[in-house]
């Protein structure tokens, strides 16, 4: 079956399916010779310019938002987006917040688009970029570069660092994508776009397109109305390594007692969720997620048994992780952060890796380009049923405590906090964790099904939550997202709660004001760690300035988190919500005190010898 992309009508269904073999990873394609249109051009219907032709390609591949700030090098391509109409532009506050919300936007609808402006956009865009290429996410990232006279002309552009070379963005984003475009004549650029576009989509990586800032208005006659559909076929299994591997794992998992399996955070990106499913009710074993994972693991499953951490994990997950005698784990990520430290009692023989196109079996074979999803649907047809593991997890589990219930008027905790979060989800919400204490009292939720959740725990950068947000509930409009911001974060990106009340978002942010970088305390404290105290209210207020569906309050005990609660979910529930919880600097879950000083010893760990 084939996945095709071309310029249809903006009304046709979007596709972005499985798409084919990978093109080479770091591919650059540049053009420098352009000092002059072709005449070709001439000869082309007055609407088939390239600026409607990404427009139309962002449209067919599932995007119907792009987030955008305007720069001069960009403004023309902009008035060709905007006058797509399967397409909406989302103006943002800054670029970094547009990245933000392109990923966010990516992890929901499957790829997600941003337009900034030559070299101060991109720079100033390229953090946001870097943490979508760790979290596996197609962003397709269009600057507006400079005009096509001004390649090899020796001239020094405004925008740049004063040099008459013009390489230097492409070399910060060549190694944050895996395919940068450099589009200065249009006889290749209906080629070097589709190229990269495709590229985004087989790889799960952003690419990086630059258009020069006189070329979108321009018809050429390869961006006719009706060119030649460009296919791409599906990735595909090597047939026999697949057999291989599964004969593999087979006989090694079913010669275990006690195996279990855990799912990891590449899970979306080799879209091998259902595989994932089917091999857990076929095999009967005990389910667990890594915590960069959850949410991909869906936690009604009969088997499921927490998130595997280590030791700030699920209680008694990891404890019947630790102690089987064989686990499969499918798309992990390994890291000091997720390994608490590297702390894990995991043993490589006792392991079946099974990534995106590749599966190691112990310390023996590796198999490769065998699919994730296939590899895990075969092997449900080969293994023999074994509840061993979730039988042992049945017999020790003890049902976790409550908070002990606040007297009246007692100081909220955050514990109270997020047990009454517990009660807001349901299956058309959405949660969203910015990175410090939220990573571990989130991880403690127990998601309904079809409740979102996304966090970003591979590059883990402050402030990722408020963009994010802004991209995940543009591109989910039928749920609400409730997102868990501490105050260090929101400070850093704080501009774009602007964008989600012009947008008309309904989202409830809980601003978690406990004075400063609380997850940065446990590993390492200091006088860096305070921060100013804002009046977080009084700035989404000022920001609101009266024009939009906005609420805000701030709550210090439990009685008035559950009157905020109440309206925010009846008399405003259709206007963006922002409590402000205030908590004790201290009060932070038992998991962040544990990872923070297990963290904080592999960080202070002495050099080796030489």
């Given at each position: ?266 899970l979306r990106s080799a879209k091998a969720g259902p595989a994932f499913v089917e091999l857990a ?330």
């Amino acid at each position: 079956m084939e996945t095709v992309l071309s310029a249809i009508d903006s009304s046709s269904k979007p596709s972005n399916g499985n798409l084919g073999c990978p093109a080479s990873s770091r591919a650059v394609s540049t053009v420098h010779d352009s000092s002059h249109v072709p005449s070709s051009a001439v000869a082309a219907a007055p609407e088939a310019t390239l600026g409607r032709h990404v427009a139309r390609r962002l449209v067919q591949i599932g995007v119907s938002d792009v987030f955008t700030v305007p720069g001069d090098f960009n403004l023309t391509l902009l008035d060709h987006l905007i006058a797509e109409p399967g397409l909406n532009n989302v103006g943002c506050c800054n670029e970094l917040n547009a990245g933000y919300a392109a990923d966010g936007y990516a992890r929901a609808r499957g790829v997600g688009a941003c337009v900034v402006t030559f070299t101060v956009g991109g720079l100033s865009l390229l953090n946001a970029v870097a943490g979508a290429y760790s979290e596996n996410l197609p962003v397709i990232c269009i600057v507006g570069g400079p005009n096509t006279n001004d390649y090899g002309t020796n001239r020094i552009l405004h925008h740049t660092i004063g040099l008459p070379d013009f390489s230097q963005e492409l070399e910060c984003f060549r190694t944050v994508t895996c395919y940068q475009a450099i589009v200065n004549n249009l006889e290749d650029a209906h080629e070097q776009i589709d190229i990269a576009i495709s590229t985004a989509l087989k790889e799960s990586k952003p690419v990086y397109i630059s258009i020069s800032c006189n070329l979108p208005g321009i018809p050429h006659p390869t961006f006719s109305r009706e060119p030649i559909p460009f296919a791409l076929s599906p990735r595909l299994s090597n047939k026999f390594g697949l057999e291989a591997a599964v004969e593999a794992a087979a006989a090694f998992l079913n010669k275990a007692v006690k195996p279990v399996m855990i799912g990891g955070p590449k899970l979306r990106s080799a879209k091998a969720g259902p595989a994932f499913v089917e091999l857990a009710d076929a095999s009967g074993y005990a389910v667990g997620v890594m915590p960069s994972a959850k949410g991909q693991v869906p936690e009604h499953h009969p088997h499921f048994v927490g998130t595997y951490w280590g030791a700030v994990g699920t209680p008694f997950c990891g404890e019947i992780v630790e102690s089987a005698d064989a686990y499969l784990f499918a798309g992990p990520i390994f890291n000091d952060y997720s390994s608490v430290g590297y702390s894990l009692l995991l043993k490589k023989e006792k392991a079946v890796i099974v990534q995106p196109d590749r599966v190691v079996v112990g310390n023996g074979p590796a198999f490769g380009c065998v699919l994730m999803k296939d590899f895990l649907s075969e092997l449900a047809k080969k293994l023999k049923r074994n509840e061993t593991a979730y039988e042992n997890y049945k017999r020790i589990y003890v049902p976790e405590g409550v908070p002990v219930k606040s007297a009246p008027k007692e100081p909220l905790r955050v514990n109270v906090l997020f047990q009454h979060i517990q009660k807001m989800l349901n299956e058309k919400t959405a949660v969203i964790a910015e990175t410090g204490d939220s990573w571990f009292n989130c991880q403690k939720l127990k998601l309904p099904e079809d409740c979102g959740y996304e966090f970003q725990m591979q590059y883990g950068s402050i402030g990722w939550s408020v963009g994010a947000t802004l991209g995940y509930a543009q591109s989910v409009p039928d749920k609400r997202v409730i997102a868990c911001i501490g105050d260090g974060s929101f400070q850093v990106t704080a501009q774009d709660v602007s964008t989600m009340i012009r947008c008309g978002q309904k989202t409830i942010i809980f601003l978690i004001n406990n004075g400063g970088y609380t997850i940065e305390v446990e590993i390492h404290d200091g006088p860096y760690n305070v921060i100013k105290n804002w009046n977080y209210t009084g700035v989404v207020d000022a920001i609101c300035n009266g024009e939009g569906n906005c609420w805000t309050t701030k709550v210090y005990c439990e009685e008035e988190l559950i009157a905020a609660i109440e309206t925010a979910s009846g008399e405003k529930k259709d206007s963006l919500c922002f409590i402000e919880v205030i908590v004790h600097k201290d009060d932070t879950s038992k998991e962040l005190l544990e990872w923070g000083s297990r963290v904080s010893s592999a960080n202070s760990r002495p050099p080796n010898p030489q």
